[in-house]
């Protein structure tokens, strides 16, 4: 082996003859082969998948699956939470003004309803619910739950601070999510024809526009600006 391949493997490139490095894609982690498997077979099959099935879909051994997940509901909460993960990286650079954070959320939640994979397995977890409940509230808990949670905490903040009126932070993050929605999730379940990408973003910019008219800080009349005045 000459000295080049050698090298190449320490930095992570090929050469040939002399010429410029080329770079190689580095391999797929198993934690990643196996996540992405046990979405694509939650999607198909519903939570009845079984691990073994997943193990074979990501070219690992069971053991391994169980060395990253240690059950079926770890790897299907991680699922869940791979799924929703664009609106936490919402939240979390969520650090400016409140209706700057309540847009980004609201474009992020727009396409995830757009998104035929969550509306998927919405529909199989509707239909598995009695049978496999659990499953059922890990998708609430881990998903649009975790969202309601973190956007509460956002939301509490902003009135701490005066960006927002006091109020309940929990019932506002929740209609605000609720006016995100509209009627998209029964529209999803039931296979009808859904907004348009447009339609969709329009929906959601209108939504944060009632949104902060109902909770932005009452301003002073002119009559009682002018009764504090001297």
Known sequence: MTLARINSKLDGTVHHNGSPPQPVTPPVSSNARILDAACRLFLENGY?????????????????????FHSKDALFAAAIEALVKPMHDSLDTCQDDIEGCLRALAMVYSQHTRDPSATALSRILVAEAPRFPRAARQLYQCGSGAVLERLSIR????????????????????????????????????????????????????????????????????????????
């Open 48 to 68: 009845r998948v079984s691990m073994d099935a997943v193990a074979q879909r990501a070219g690992v051994s069971k053991q391994t699956v169980y060395t990253h």
């Open 155 to 230: 939301l509490r903040h902003s009135m701490r601070h005066g960006e927002l009126r006091q109020d309940d932070p929990d019932k506002a993050a929740e209609l605000f999510l609720s006016m995100l929605n509209g009627m998209t999730p029964e529209r999803s379940l039931l296979g009808l024809r859904q907004r348009g990408r447009k339609a969709q973003d329009k929906w959601a910019a209108d939504a944060v526009n009632v949104f902060l008219r109902a909770y932005r800080p009452e301003s002073p009349s002119p009559v009682q600006t002018s009764r504090k005045s001297p």
